[in-house]
């Protein structure tokens, strides 16, 4: 597939991209590029090929929720410039 210079202008004008007259000629070429590319997708051969798991057909796996490194309550209040039982202790910012 090969663009011509309006359809390259109005892709651009789609997109929003500001091109000066000049440069149209060099997007296009890029653009035909692109295409070929994508053209090129269209011969693989794909017969057998399961297609790929999406989101919304999938669960996702959820460990197990344990914890893993907890129960160090005392070492970690022992840092705190003040504390009340197994609290931190912070001024009071709103009145």
Do not use: H
Not at 27 to 43: A, N, P, T, Y
Not at 72 to 94: H, M, N
């Amino acid at each position: 597939m090969s663009l011509d210079l309006a359809t390259t202008r109005r892709i651009a004008k789609l997109a929003r991209i500001g091109l000066e007259d000049a440069e149209l000629e060099t997007v296009r070429q890029k653009l035909d590029g692109i295409l070929g590319w994508v053209d090129q997708l269209s011969e693989v051969d794909v017969e057998g090929v399961p297609p790929m798991v999406g989101t919304e057909t999938e669960a996702l796996r959820q460990r197990e929720d344990v914890v893993t490194d907890g129960n160090c309550r005392d070492a970690i209040l022992s840092c705190a410039p003040e504390k009340s039982g197994p609290f931190y202790t912070v001024p009071k910012v709103v009145e």
